[in-house]
């Protein structure tokens, strides 16, 4: 049995993924508690919910292999990113969910596997020989990409601030803290958690890992499969 789970409340959405569950003579488990006894294969929430950015990471957290797909109802590109940053899977408005959502659900009866493929890529390097801006992928599949270093470690995050847009590659960068701060209006994050520390930004960073090989810098990325 597909292990598929729901906590929509908005009534039209709740029945358009019925229809579409229906469809496939598929059909949504009680979300009544969250304490299931097998992992949930896809989970269907509301972005609008004010929690859904920390359930979504619980969720990713417990289940990784768990598919979560986020409906919106209003476009805000920042709270989209910080969804797909805490681990969504899909993100799409409320008339599309049901129909990219019905699609997922027929490779699951498939057997085939909803996570995503993962992608290196090769950052240009950037000449320090301290903590700080060692990389920078502006021209990643996604948004542009800094790679900072932190004592032995690479920390990689989308180098575009959630506030206003501007680059934080430009910013000044704290050794000790590993935070980096908008060089425009000083909101400031954790290159290596992606957490804000400071406004006037609302959301974290999206981070990817990132690694060295033969003295070259790579990050990974994921793609739809």
Known sequence: MHRLIKFVENPLLNKHLERQATSLE?????????????APQIIVAELEHSQAINRIIDWKRRWPECYVALSVSELDRERWIAAESA???????????????????????QGDSLTK?????????VVNSGDGLVGRLPDSP?????????????????D???????????????????????????SRFQVCTGERLR??????????????????????IEQEA
Request: net charge negative; aromatic share 8%; hydrophobic share 40%.
């Open 26 to 38: 598929m059909g949504f488990l009680d979300p009544s508690s969250e304490d299931f006894e097998e």
């Open 87 to 109: 681990g969504a899977d899909l993100v799409a408005n409320r008339g599309a969910l049901p129909r990219l959502l019905r699609d997922k659900m027929k490779l699951l009866q």
């Open 117 to 125: 493929q993962k992608l290196r890529l090769k950052a240009k390097a």
């Open 142 to 158: 996604e948004d542009p990409i800094a790679v900072f270093r932190m004592g032995n470690q690479l920390c990689a995050v989308r």
């Open 160 to 186: 575009v601030c959630p506030h206003a847009g501007f680059s934080l590659a430009d910013g000044v960068f704290d050794p000790v803290s590993g935070s980096i701060t908008c060089p425009e209006h000083g």
């Open 199 to 220: 406004g006037p930004a609302d959301y974290p960073l999206r981070i990817y890992p990132a690694l060295s090989e033969q003295e070259e810098i790579w990050v990974e």
